[in-house]
Every structure is written in structure tokens, then in C-alpha cells.
């Protein structure tokens, strides 16, 4: 059970109060990291996003019993974490939110389920899972079906692999 993750971002009380508005959650100003606000998303695990600024880091501490923090002026701006959670929004109102904000949003087509990526401040991408998807999405992350969509996958990367070799036969016809 995922119950809270920190997100780098380059204005962190704006997207606090951004992520509050679609969780219908509640912000708390000062969490462990400096000029870090808390979302808390008011369910049953106590499930809390954080926002720090781009930037800062977390190191294992000097005594190794706790973490520390850094700051690296040549962060990236972008990374492979992203986040996939369920939100109480309908479509139009998750696309009201981002186009208000100037954030890129689209659907996403992941086979057995739909979702919304939405990317805060067009950085960091939120993969927003609808209440009617929800059944889908919980039915499709089981290990059965990973093998299921591993060998198609597998099946397909064969498939286009032997298609590929068949592009540079030339026929004398």
C-alpha cells in the first residue's frame, strides 16, 4: 500500500493547492522537507503526496540512523517516477483544472483501463484514475494478468520483429 510520496516541483504551494482541489484534500504547510507543503487526500490509509521544491534531495544521513537533504542546482526536470491515483473528478472537470493551469492533459489508453495523465507544471506526469475506470484498473494490476499482457507484448515485439526482416527482401515482381 502506496501511502505517500514526494514530488519535486518548482511552485510547491500552488500545486499543494492545485492536487487539494482534485483529491479533495487538505494542505499542511511545513512537512519535513524546507518550503514543502503536504497534501493530504483524507482516506482510509492516511495517503499523502508532498511537494518540495526542484531541487532538493534526500541522502542518507552522516549518522546512517537518518536522512538528510541537499540541494542539486542541475536537477532534471523530468524523471521516470510518475504517480497513478484514484480521484473523485469527472473528466470535463480534471480538463477545466488543466487547462486553467496551462497543464498538458490527455487520455490514456492502457489496453484494459483508461486514465488522464496529467502532468503538474508539465513535468511531472499523474496518471488520474476516474471512479468508473477504477474496477478496470484494480482488475488488470494482478500478477495473471501481467503474464497475460507480458506474452502479448512479447508476441507482438516477435511479430514486429520478423516484419522488420521482411522489409529489406526485395521482390523480384
Known sequence: MLHRISIPVEHPLHVANVLAEILHGSILRGSEYPY?????VNDEYGSAIV?????NEVIVGQSRDKFEYQYNPNYSEFSPVHLAISVP???PEIEKIAQREGWHMAVGNRGRFKLIEFWL????????ILPATVPQYVKSMTPQEFM???LIMGGLRKIQAIAS?????????
Open 89 to 91: 473528478l469527472t473528466q
Open 51 to 55: 511537494l518540495s521544491p526542484a531541487g
Open 148 to 150: 497475460v499482457l507480458a
Open 165 to 173: 526482416s521482411f522489409s529489406s527482401i526485395k521482390f523480384g515482381f
Open 121 to 128: 507544471e508539465n513535468k511531472f506526469l499523474l496518471e488520474l
Open 36 to 40: 514543502s507543503y503536504t497534501v493530504l
